[in-house]
């Protein structure tokens, strides 16, 4: 899932005389109220769209008789959010905040039409990469936007706001999505977003004022002492490392997929596209350490601690997702509930992140430091994880569930303590940077997690079947069935039902037991890092 409650450092800061000139936004009218919570809809929007497709990914693969490819429905979404990160920090500064936030809302929109109206999944995995793309630009440039039209001592207020509806988003978009998909099918899910972002799109078109579409390229040619024209800031992203990181994500990717697929006859496809993985990651550190003048992830300025930092996002955010991808297709074949209440474990788990933040942040304020709460936090994760993995094991009863809201306390506490950890490493001046680089590791988390637990799952469940169903007439068209629907188990008589569930535990358990593991492997890692100076 998108991680979005702070990343307006991503978006270019006006310059240090333009501040000194420029008297502080003045206390917010009525007027500006409505429009800041007017472009706050659009935030929601995007934030439980990619919420929406966590709860009804499978129901949508498994209409397309493709369930195996499923996670590439919710790796799209972040895959465009990924490389899109970098790319928003200058647009609004070559073409103005407004007119980034208007195409961001259109390009959604039209991602939105084309998700409802894919006759493939190849077609809605596209689509899905576009709607993450834009839907990055839909929060992070409002982010900025809060910025530029309310006064710096009432942001942080406002951005605690922008936060609360991103949650809010994120916890409704599953039980939206899954009853949306239960009564009306999935494909409304995605039209039904369409009229509400095209009003959002005319209002922001209307209210917005007119001086957030100025670039700094305006600002550079009204400087009396400004001799040259100044170049597009666009010509400042890093190309080469854009392109480098996308090909390395991908050439990841398809290799975790044809790990879930490995057999005699894919084996030399694997090993060829873990060897691109590897020479992609060597390519990508040369060009950023040695070619690119402003680099993607400026490498050279990272100390031990702070890299340390980075590590911990893409391991927290992998381990997690790679359990909670799953979750939803887990109480569909377990316990054969609806997408709704399937969804709804998925809002208890977000109401643990938020009372988690809440209790962090009041004990980081008195007490001035965050190691100890890291550490606890992940001890907290990793028992909790290895609850589920004893507990849920051999079947589901409703007071297991009770194991998600400290599972999501101990996430949620985690966020900000690492975020103000890794602040205080951050090299004297180079905090946006830092910042930068923060997210983009916490959206490569997202990306690689759902794709290493639906790659382990899949290749553990295919096994177990293989090997239950021996015997049976017609197997292997009944195991592809079976992988690639769902609910087909449902259609199967009941000896088999019972087989085929079980041979779905057995398999399912081993992803809170990779959650556990990687939050073990966490616990070092931030063991030997100093306590944080506030």
Same mark, same amino acid.
């Given at each position: 899932m998108a991680v979005t409650s702070e990343e307006s450092p991503l978006l270019r800061p006006r310059s240090d005389t333009d501040t000194k000139d420029t008297a502080a936004p003045p206390t917010p009218k009525r007027s500006d109220l409505i429009l800041i919570f007017g472009t706050f809809i659009g935030v929601f929007i995007a934030s439980a769209d990619e919420a929406l497709v966590i709860s009804t990914y499978s129901a949508i693969a498994s209409q397309f008789h493709h369930l195996s490819q499923g996670s590439w429905l919710l790796l799209a979404y972040n895959f465009g959010y990924c490389i899109s990160l970098p790319v928003y920090s200058v647009l609004g500064d070559a073409? *103005?905040?407004k007119n980034v936030l208007i195409c961001s809302y259109t390009t959604f929109a039209v991602s939105c039409l084309a998700c409802g109206a894919s006759a493939t999944m190849t077609q809605l995995i596209l689509s899905r990469v576009l709607a993450g793309s834009s839907g990055a630009g839909m929060i992070i440039v409002v982010s900025v936007i809060l910025s530029d039209i309310i006064a710096p001592h009432e942001i942080a207020l406002y951005r605690s706001y922008q936060n609360i509806v991103n949650v809010a988003g994120r916890s409704l978009g599953g039980p939206i999505g899954g009853f949306l998909t239960d009564t009306?099918?999935? %494909?409304?899910?995605?039209y039904g977003q369409i009229p509400i972002i095209l009003l959002c799109t005319v209002f922001v078109g209307i209210r917005l004022p007119s001086f957030l579409n100025d670039t700094l390229i305006d600002e550079a040619e009204d400087r009396a002492d400004q001799t040259e024209h100044r170049r597009s800031p666009v010509w400042d992203l890093d190309f080469s490392g854009i392109f480098t990181f996308s090909g390395t994500i991908l050439a990841l990717l398809f290799f975790l997929q044809e790990l879930g697929t490995?057999?005699?006859?894919?084996?030399? %496809?694997?090993?060829l596209l873990g060897l691109g993985f590897v020479a992609g990651c060597i390519l990508f550190v040369t060009l950023e350490l040695f070619w690119a003048e402003k680099p993607l992830i400026p490498i050279r300025i990272y100390s031990s601690g702070i890299s340390a930092h980075f590590l911990l996002q893409v391991l927290l955010l992998g381990g997690r997702y790679a359990f909670l991808s799953n979750l939803v297709p887990y109480f569909i074949r377990v316990t054969n509930t609806s997408n709704l209440l399937a969804s709804l474990s998925l809002v208890v788990v977000a109401i643990g992140v938020a009372i988690g933040g809440v209790v962090c942040g009041l004990v980081i304020k008195y007490t001035k430091r965050c190691k100890s709460m890291t550490l606890a936090s992940i001890f907290n994760l990793t028992i909790c994880t290895l609850l589920i993995f004893i507990q849920w094991r051999n079947g589901f009863k409703l007071w297991y569930?009770?194991?998600?809201?400290?599972? *999501?306390?101990a996430t949620g506490m985690l966020f900000p303590a690492l975020f103000v950890g890794m602040s205080t490493y951050a090299p004297e001046g180079k905090l946006h940077v830092c910042i930068g680089t923060y997210y983009l590791c916490q959206q490569l988390g997202l990306v690689i997690g759902p794709a290493a637990g639906s790659a382990l799952n899949q290749k553990l469940f295919a096994a177990r079947l293989g090997m239950t169903l021996e015997g049976l007439e017609d197997k292997s068209s009944i195991i592809h069935r079976i992988l690639n629907e769902v609910r087909f188990a449902n259609t199967l008589p009941s000896a088999l039902r019972e087989v085929v569930r079980s041979s779905y535990l057995d398999s399912f358990q081993y992803l809170p037991l990779l959650a556990t593991v990687v939050s073990a492997a966490m616990f070092p890692i931030a063991a030997i890092l100093r306590e944080s100076e506030m």
């Open positions: 073409y *103005g905040r009306i099918g999935w %494909r409304w899910a995605f490995l057999n005699e006859d894919t084996v030399l %496809r694997t090993a569930g009770i194991y998600l809201i400290p599972f *999501g306390i």
